[in-house]
């Protein structure tokens, strides 16, 4: 078996032009990893912005990428609960080298095992995007008829999480495009609002002012999430999916909301292994809703492993109404 493997790489930071097609070598698994590989990679925003800033823990040349979906190969001495020939999708710690490979070692308690029937593009658009919405969602104390708004509702995680949410019974208020707006109709949205117009938040104010919000959800910025927050009614919760809240963003003993910061690779450094397994039983349950249709996974584009520097390029520039999926051969 060849020790090397075909990637794409990069030495330095910048655009997804800086990275090159090089043969490496083929990773080995730790102890507590398995060998995935891949079929299938996920492209998602972090992985061209750290192709921008780099990160002082990487190893130069580093080989980036969070998303993938493949076949385990081989795994570590202490792996009992995944066999080789296992076919699972994958978020790993954007500080190991990932998925833009032929092959990736990924920690196996972050192995999601896959339906028999699931194509691996499909798979591939799945860890990131609703495993964010998953958790954004599990912040909440769930229950029916909780009235929500959400922006960037027509993105991959914003898609995701729309469907989650009404799923679960929420009236979701959409924020998209005018011309995502029959699609973010289609998930589920009880509404959609341009984002456009010059003050869009003032007609929201006025609609919601009779039966304020319990839930916003933001894709956008901390200080985007902070403007909304007049629209919470009280003992509400604002979740930011983009950046968090670094002070109150409302005086204190008012409404009293509760603000949530959703990190999905965090938990690779700060997360037990009981939080793995209730995050991949849900990713399970997902990508069985795939598989029979309760979900779309909006695939918006699936481009060829040598393109995989013209894909990403693509998704910086937007718009990304949907998940981009590199298939290798």
């Not at 339906?115 to 799945?126: E, H, N, Y």
């Amino acid at each position: 078996m060849s020790e090397t493997m075909k990637a794409w790489v990069h030495d330095f930071t910048g655009g997804p032009d800086v990275l090159a097609f090089r043969d490496v070598a083929k990773p080995l698994p730790g102890a507590r990893d398995v060998l995935v590989q891949n079929r299938a990679i996920g492209l998602n925003p972090v992985d061209w912005k750290f192709v921008e800033w780099g990160h002082p823990d990487w190893d130069w040349p580093h080989v980036p990428g969070v998303d993938g979906a493949g076949i385990v190969t081989a795994v570590g001495s202490d792996v009992t609960h995944i066999s080789v020939g296992a076919r699972v999708a994958y978020h790993n710690d954007l500080v190991r080298p990932g998925s833009f490979a032929e092959f990736t070692a990924i920690p196996a308690r972050a192995a999601l095992p896959l339906p028999d029937g699931l194509t691996f593009s499909a798979a591939a658009a799945l860890p990131c995007p609703w495993l964010t919405a998953w958790q954004a969602i599990e912040k909440l104390p769930c229950s029916q008829g909780m009235v929500a708004l959400m922006t960037g509702a027509s993105g991959a995680v914003g898609g995701a999480l729309l469907q989650l949410a009404v799923e679960r019974g929420f009236v979701v208020h959409a924020i998209a495009s005018e011309r995502e707006h029959k699609r973010v109709l289609g998930l589920g949205a009880a509404s959609v609002t341009e984002y456009r117009s010059v003050d869009w938040i003032a007609p929201l104010k006025e609609r919601f002012a009779a039966q304020p919000l319990d839930v916003v959800f933001d894709m956008v910025s901390g200080d985007h999430a902070a403007s909304l927050t007049p629209l919470l009614g009280a003992n509400g919760h604002l979740v930011c999916i983009q950046d968090r809240q670094e002070t109150a963003p409302l005086p204190a003993f008012t409404t009293t909301i509760s603000c949530h910061e959703v990190g999905l690779n965090a938990l690779h450094g700060h997360g037990h292994d009981r939080h793995w397994g209730a995050m991949m039983t849900a990713g399970a349950q997902i990508a069985q809703g795939f598989q029979t249709g309760r979900y779309d996974p909006q695939i918006l584009e699936v481009s060829d492993f040598g393109d995989l520097p013209g894909a990403l390029q693509r998704l910086k520039d937007g718009p990304n109404p949907g998940n981009r999926v590199v298939m290798l051969s």
